[in-house]
């Protein structure tokens, strides 16, 4: 074990009341040789100083996340299971907080909104939320770029057996489709990824941070927070024509 190995394991720095070390050997993966290895007993490790780095550096494959674009919102699988695969939902959002809460509701509940369906093998899928006003809404608030697509992951709070997501709007992921033609294919595209200018200060939030609760409590409205209503779309033309001769043959 080199120097650096040995200052590793054995800074005082990060242990408090530490116990005596114990040095331990244990035969390597050819098993021509033994390893050396310390564990030490001790009553509290010191965190200070660390961060937690966050999960959206390594793969988000199983991770709960919701997908904006100008005109739909989509959540995957993985977070509509988390929350029990209820089918609807309400949407909420606080701008101070830089923050959007999805809570599972009822379908006639006001301002519900479905996120996912049963298809015809029997699965829970997803389903796309349109609402072309509220992404406008958003991505103006947010001074978002409307070409681009955002994504974010969610964070599950449990509070007295009520399931709720929170999405960190500061955390989004953007993404751009940039024309990218090759001899093969002149219409080729790619799809490039920036992340979020704050990722660049550090790794993630201290560990003392990570600890603190989002959330303290959401029994009824959380405050300051306002649920989206998606309005209703103006009719194209041939439904309001399909309307009218209704109407005319109820007279």
């Keep these: 074990m080199n120097n650096m190995e040995n200052n590793l394991f054995t800074n005082d720095n990060v242990f408090k009341n530490k116990t005596e070390k114990n040095t331990f050997t244990k035969p390597d993966r050819e098993g021509k040789g033994k390893v050396e290895y310390i564990e030490r007993e001790v009553d509290k490790f010191d965190y200070d100083g660390y961060q937690v780095v966050r999960r959206e550096w390594f793969s988000k494959a199983n991770c709960?996340?919701?997908?904006?674009?100008?005109?739909?919102?989509?959540?995957?699988?993985?977070?509509?299971?988390?929350?029990?695969?209820?089918?609807?939902?309400?949407?909420?959002?606080?701008?101070?907080?830089?923050?959007?809460?999805v809570k599972p509701c009822k379908e006639d509940d006001k301002d519900s909104l479905q996120w996912s369906r049963i298809d015809k093998h029997g699965k829970i899928v997803a389903r796309t939320i349109s609402g072309k006003l509220f992404t406008i809404q958003l991505y103006k608030d947010m001074k978002w770029d409307l070409r681009c697509t955002f994504k974010m992951l969610g964070t599950l709070f449990i509070c007295k057996e009520e399931k709720i997501f929170e999405f960190n709007l500061m955390n989004a992921e953007r993404y751009l489709s940039l024309a990218k033609p090759t001899a093969?294919?002149?219409?080729?595209?790619?799809?490039?990824?920036?992340?979020?200018?704050?990722?660049?200060?550090?790794?993630?939030?201290?560990?003392?941070e990570s600890q603190m609760p989002i959330i303290e409590t959401f029994e009824g409205m959380p405050d300051d927070y306002v649920k989206i209503t998606i309005p209703k779309f103006p009719q194209k033309k041939h439904e309001q024509g399909n309307s009218n001769e209704n109407l005319k043959e109820g007279t």
């Design 64 to 101: 709960p996340a919701i997908t904006l674009k100008y005109g739909s919102v989509v959540f995957n699988v993985r977070a509509i299971r988390k929350l029990g695969e209820c089918r609807f939902i309400h949407l909420l959002i606080n701008l101070n907080k830089k923050s959007i809460i």
């Design 184 to 208: 093969d294919d002149p219409k080729r595209r790619e799809r490039v990824a920036f992340m979020p200018k704050i990722w660049e200060e550090n790794y993630g939030q201290s560990y003392e």
